[in-house]
């Protein structure tokens, strides 16, 4: 249940909704579950984290050279210079601000 002010649940006198029958929660807690189906839980569990750090690790890899590919086209002296990601945005927003004065000229 969210929280609302105060946050305690015996607030109200318990008539809301029709639900509140003695002081259990009828269907918040599923049954426990076998030590199979822990198994296979455990086992889609890690499945499902290995294909999302896969997945995580070729985004990040594309983010990577998309910036590396910016910076190519960013003049600074010394030419090699490193740059850290905001820096490398905000070279580039100047610089396309200063090719379009000189359009503009």
Do not use: C
């Given at each position: 249940e969210p929280a609302e002010g105060g946050g305690g649940e015996g607030?109200?006198?318990?008539?809301g909704g029709g639900e509140?029958?003695?002081g259990g929660r009828p269907g918040l807690h599923p049954p426990p579950l076998s030590r199979e189906e822990k198994r296979r839980r455990r086992r889609?569990?890690?499945?499902?984290?290995?294909a999302h750090a896969?997945?995580?690790?070729?985004?990040?890899?594309a983010f990577n050279l998309a910036f590396a590919?910016?910076?190519?086209?960013?003049?600074?002296?010394p030419?090699?210079?490193k740059l850290s990601k905001i820096e490398?945005?905000?070279?580039a927003i100047c610089y396309i601000?200063?090719?379009?004065?000189?359009?503009?000229?």
């Open positions: 607030r109200g006198g318990g008539g509140g029958r003695g889609a569990t890690a499945k499902y984290r290995s896969t997945r995580e690790r070729i985004r990040v890899e590919e910016l910076r190519k086209l960013l003049p600074t002296l030419p090699d210079k490398i945005l905000r070279l601000s200063y090719l379009n004065h000189v359009l503009d000229v």
